[in-house]
């Protein structure tokens, strides 16, 4: 957790440190402030009004001076804490945004949810805890000690035993609770992956009308994470009775133990010795007792404070743990000593590529694959559900990295190209479309930050676009929901196509993006393809043979593997996946 506050503070160093420091001088104050209080008590029956008038004065000005330092460590320990967690998410963020599609499968999107809001905020509260409780308790208690013994030590070593009974017993008691704290976060996890599923999957939710079952996985979620709060917090909830009753205790014992002091040591003469303002005991008065007692207040006070803060503590080390999780994951893709930056052609060849998801897998997603793409051929894809069709053309763009074998791309290794430039030059419209909150020119320029509205309208008519964002009355202003929910499946795979065309892209994949678009639109767009950008090497992964069967080679997948390579013509003579595809697509025609 050190190594995270290091790291994250940053510009918020000198108010961190403002913060200690006005903490330590309000400490003092307030330690001060009673011994001060003493002092005026002691004065009230002489008859030396000047001196009363100065303990007065000072007292006054001690307690502005305490207020003043109060407000300024409250002032620069919040600067503190909230920058140390803007930078923290701010770390986050960029280390999420730099991971490859390897680490992101390897955390949910619940838990990353999770990490940069309920652990930051535990972390966040935990900070401004350390630089404010973490330091006033220690302080407060060892100052307060201090003069409890400087004012009369036989009573002070009282406050010291009922500490240490006190200790032992919160601790205990935090270390019990602490152990249920740890297992919650896994809970939020879930609670949160509950929300996400269902918000994500509203329509499917709603068609098959299973929000009574979504609700209870909630509800069981949600439970589940009240029953250990619940019993973590009634752990907690016994420090308070047992720190109150210990105060009392204490607190009735030395004022019995200094009434008894008062019986035998004072000297009645008629004299009250309530009102007698010396005790013969060790030249204790009237307002050192008095002051005795709000010492010992206070470090009782401290010891439950500094309990609360290192619980607090306890449960942030946790956050923290998940937190460096995402910031020491680092991308399983890294650029090479010497990169490429120049994509010289669209030509692609896979050579003896085998892949699989993780190291652990025991089977091959992809096994043995072997094909070369010249520059400016259009390639089509097809294969079953699960045949890895996406995850091969994931491969050209270097979103993973191949388990053996080579992906070359214009001649080289794509593990030699710097990657940006890579993606720069292999544009990907992918099988799940993602439209983002923001104008439809915002969205668009996702592609080419400076693309003019020329180069924009000319894209979009080439993905047949242009024309129903003519019929907005914004236009290319048109304000897209989040998710491109305000416009149709078939209007969003067209503008993710426009969106990927103003990247002028060398290789431009389409991850089943036309599956939305019916079959005089999506021959429209192919036409386009051929005829506007000839050099572009087009790759089509369809699963209508309609949208391929005019490219120069198509791919069967099967499990993994190549079934086939051929043309539309060769493949119908002599595949039976391809006859079988074919023939289910067009019986009807056919009968």
Known sequence: MITLIKKSLREYKTA???????????????????FITSKLVDQMNDSNNKLLAIYSIVLILMAMLSLTFGAL???YSAKAAAGFA?????????????????????????????????????????????????????????????????????????????????????????????????????????????VEENIKGIRVVKSFTREDYEKNKFNKASDNLKKDFTLAERIIGFASPIMQGSVNVIMVLIIFLGATIIVKNSSWDGVSPINDPKFIYNDLTL???????????????????????????????????????VLEEKSKLTNPDNPIYEVEDGSVEFRNVSFKYSQTAH????????????????????????????????????????????VIVAGHDVKEYDI??????????????????????????????????????????????????????????????????????????????????????????LDDSTSAVDTKTDAIIRKGFKEFIPSTTKIIIAQRISSIQDSDLIIVMDNGRINAIGTHDELLANNEIYQEVYYTQNKKESE
């Open 363 to 406: 089977l091959n997603a992809l096994s043995d694959i072997n094909f070369k793409i010249e520059s400016g051929q259009t390639v089509g894809i097809i294969g079953g559900t699960g045949s890895s069709k996406t995850t091969l053309v994931n491969l050209i763009s270097r979103l993973y990295d191949t388990t053996d074998g080579e």
């Open 16 to 34: 961190s440190i403002l913060s200690i420091v006005f903490i330590l001088c309000e400490v003092v104050m307030e330690c001060l402030l009673p």
């Open 287 to 325: 307002g050192q007792f008095q002051s005795l007692m709000t010492y010992g207040f206070q470090s009782l006070m401290a010891l439950m404070m500094l309990q609360m803060v290192i619980i607090m503590i306890a449960m942030s080390v946790e956050s923290s743990k998940r937190i460096k999780e």
């Open 420 to 509: 940006k430039s890579l993606r720069d030059n292999v544009s990907v419209v992918l099988q799940k479309n993602q439209l983002f909150a923001g104008s439809i020119k915002e969205n668009l320029k996702w592609g080419n930050e400076n693309a003019t509205d020329e180069e924009i309208i000319e894209a979009s008519k080439l993905a047949c676009a242009d024309e129903f964002v003519q019929s907005f009355p914004e236009k290319y202003d048109t304000y897209i929901t989040q998710g491109g929910t305000n416009v149709s499946g078939g209007q969003k795979q067209r503008l993710c196509i426009a969106r990927a065309l103003l990247k002028k892209p060398k290789i431009l994949i």
């Open 86 to 194: 803007k930078n923290l998410r701010k770390d986050m963020y960029e280390a999420i945004s730099n991971y490859s599609f390897e680490n992101i499968d390897k955390f949910q999107a619940s838990s990353l949810v999770t990490r940069m809001t309920t652990d930051v905020t535990n972390v966040q509260n935990a900070y401004i805890q350390i630089i404010r409780g973490a330091i006033r308790s220690p302080f407060m208690i060892i100052f307060s000690l201090i003069m409890s013994f400087y004012i009369c030590a036989n009573l002070a070593k009282y406050f010291v035993l009922v500490m240490v009974i006190l200790a032992i017993l919160l601790f205990g008691i935090m270390a019990i609770a602490m152990h249920i704290f740890r297992r919650l976060f896994k809970k939020y996890d879930a609670l949160n992956d509950s």
């Open 73 to 75: 460590a409250g002032r």
